[in-house]
């Protein structure tokens, strides 16, 4: 009995997939929260699914996460749910206020009642920062959100920051630069990439249309950040921390790193890339780049994966998909 327990909310996604393998590893009971589906179908965890435990419920209903957490008691939450993409937010804004912001007022609230020693990460997420002038972006960088997604993180960025305050509760923020990983939903720019760049040597199609190539990100690999939430939760004292790589990259240089761990020539390239209005937001966020120096100092983490490195595994992943060779 003297397992640990942890609950992990958005389990079926990509973060979650990973932090469930990582702690299934390190001996933990899993419980993960899902939601109801017409036809129900985990693809990340299906590999899982006689070692964890499934709890129906949804981040928009207070009774089914309170129901989930008298059924886990858990002593470690991680709350990984999310209405993720930022694109999808402009035209879903109140769908997305209601998981990503409402849903930690909930869970939190239901912590408080039933299980308030338990610790809470809260994925929260570079896109706090907006069009920041401040480069790299550290923990104390001020919040300038620039989509309804990033808003409603900030909303939930402070909602466990003042439960932590009001309630001497134990839960923290891992402000999380972009992480990517053969698991990463095809509508993300990478796995868009890196998908494409696949199917254009399957000959099924010639091009890859995309926005805004100039956008810089600071990417990591998500099988690496998953330690670094698991960390935040281990220490005594619940602090927020950036979890980034120091290094960034544009989306140009992504695409050109693709097609080449693809076999392509660098003058080849150009061809498959078209640039199609429908991928532009209505506001982007430019420029995101980490300072990590306060999770490596306080917890000894540091990104493993290199940049060429990530790409590979979602290139060999995708070209492996599609059943083509290189
Ligand atoms: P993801 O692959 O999109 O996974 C999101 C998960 O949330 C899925 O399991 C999804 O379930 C679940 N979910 C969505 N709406 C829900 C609801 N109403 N109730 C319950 N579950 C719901 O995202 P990810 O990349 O793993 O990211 C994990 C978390 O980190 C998210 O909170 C994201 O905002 C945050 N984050 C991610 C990054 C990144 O670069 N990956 C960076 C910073 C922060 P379904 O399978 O049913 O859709
Ligand atoms: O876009 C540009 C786009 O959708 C990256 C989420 O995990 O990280 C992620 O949010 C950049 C943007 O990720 C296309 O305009 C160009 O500048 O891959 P993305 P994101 O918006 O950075 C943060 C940290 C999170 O918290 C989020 O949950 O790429 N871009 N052309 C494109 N983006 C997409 N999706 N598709 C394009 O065709």
């Given at each position: 009995m003297n397992e640990k327990r942890a609950f992990i909310t958005g389990i079926s996604g990509q973060d979650g997939s990973f932090l469930a393998e990582f702690l299934l590893e390190k001996g933990y009971k899993v419980f993960g929260l899902v939601r109801r589906m017409s036809n129900p179908s985990f693809p990340l965890i299906d590999h899982l699914l006689d070692k964890v435990t499934l709890i129906d419920g949804d981040m928009t209903d207070s009774h089914s996460i309170y129901k989930a957490l008298n059924e886990a008691m858990p002593h470690e939450i991680y709350?990984?749910?999310?209405?993720?993409?930022v694109g999808t937010s402009w035209k879903q804004p109140e769908l997305t206020a209601n998981v990503n912001g409402l849903g930690v007022a909930r869970l939190l609230e239901n912590v408080r009642n039933i299980c308030p020693s338990a610790k809470v990460f809260q994925a929260s997420?570079?896109?706090?920062?907006?069009?920041?002038?401040?480069?790299?972006?550290?923990?104390c960088t001020p919040f300038q959100p620039r989509s309804p997604y990033g808003i409603s993180k900030l909303y939930a960025y402070w909602m466990v920051v003042n439960y932590r305050e009001s309630y001497n509760m134990f839960c923290c923020n891992g402000i999380t630069f972009n992480h990517e990983s053969e698991r990463r939903g095809i509508e993300f720019v990478t796995r868009k990439i890196t998908h494409g760049v696949a199917e254009i040597v399957a000959r099924k199609r010639n091009k890859i249309l995309l926005g805004n190539t100039q956008a810089k990100r600071d990417w990591g690999y998500s099988k690496d950040y998953v330690e670094a939430f698991w960390l935040m939760l281990q220490q005594d004292e619940p602090v927020d921390y950036v979890v980034a790589t120091g290094e960034q990259h544009s989306v140009q240089d992504f695409i050109d790193e693709a097609f080449k761990q693809a076999g392509?020539?660098?003058?080849?390239?150009a061809y498959h890339i078209g640039i199609d209005?429908?991928?532009?937001?209505?506001?982007d966020v430019n420029y995101l780049l980490g300072d990590p120096s306060k999770i490596e100092r306080?917890?000894?983490?540091?990104?493993?994966?290199?940049f060429s490195e990530l790409v590979k595994i979602m290139v060999d992943s995708d070209l492996k998909l599609m059943g083509v060779n290189k």
């Amino acid at each position: 009995m003297n397992e640990k327990r942890a609950f992990i909310t958005g389990i079926s996604g990509q973060d979650g997939s990973f932090l469930a393998e990582f702690l299934l590893e390190k001996g933990y009971k899993v419980f993960g929260l899902v939601r109801r589906m017409s036809n129900p179908s985990f693809p990340l965890i299906d590999h899982l699914l006689d070692k964890v435990t499934l709890i129906d419920g949804d981040m928009t209903d207070s009774h089914s996460i309170y129901k989930a957490l008298n059924e886990a008691m858990p002593h470690e939450i991680y709350n990984l749910a999310a209405q993720s993409f930022v694109g999808t937010s402009w035209k879903q804004p109140e769908l997305t206020a209601n998981v990503n912001g409402l849903g930690v007022a909930r869970l939190l609230e239901n912590v408080r009642n039933i299980c308030p020693s338990a610790k809470v990460f809260q994925a929260s997420t570079s896109e706090l920062y907006g069009n920041t002038t401040v480069m790299p972006q550290h923990e104390c960088t001020p919040f300038q959100p620039r989509s309804p997604y990033g808003i409603s993180k900030l909303y939930a960025y402070w909602m466990v920051v003042n439960y932590r305050e009001s309630y001497n509760m134990f839960c923290c923020n891992g402000i999380t630069f972009n992480h990517e990983s053969e698991r990463r939903g095809i509508e993300f720019v990478t796995r868009k990439i890196t998908h494409g760049v696949a199917e254009i040597v399957a000959r099924k199609r010639n091009k890859i249309l995309l926005g805004n190539t100039q956008a810089k990100r600071d990417w990591g690999y998500s099988k690496d950040y998953v330690e670094a939430f698991w960390l935040m939760l281990q220490q005594d004292e619940p602090v927020d921390y950036v979890v980034a790589t120091g290094e960034q990259h544009s989306v140009q240089d992504f695409i050109d790193e693709a097609f080449k761990q693809a076999g392509f020539d660098k003058e080849d390239v150009a061809y498959h890339i078209g640039i199609d209005e429908r991928y532009y937001r209505p506001a982007d966020v430019n420029y995101l780049l980490g300072d990590p120096s306060k999770i490596e100092r306080g917890l000894g983490w540091k990104a493993k994966t290199k940049f060429s490195e990530l790409v590979k595994i979602m290139v060999d992943s995708d070209l492996k998909l599609m059943g083509v060779n290189k």
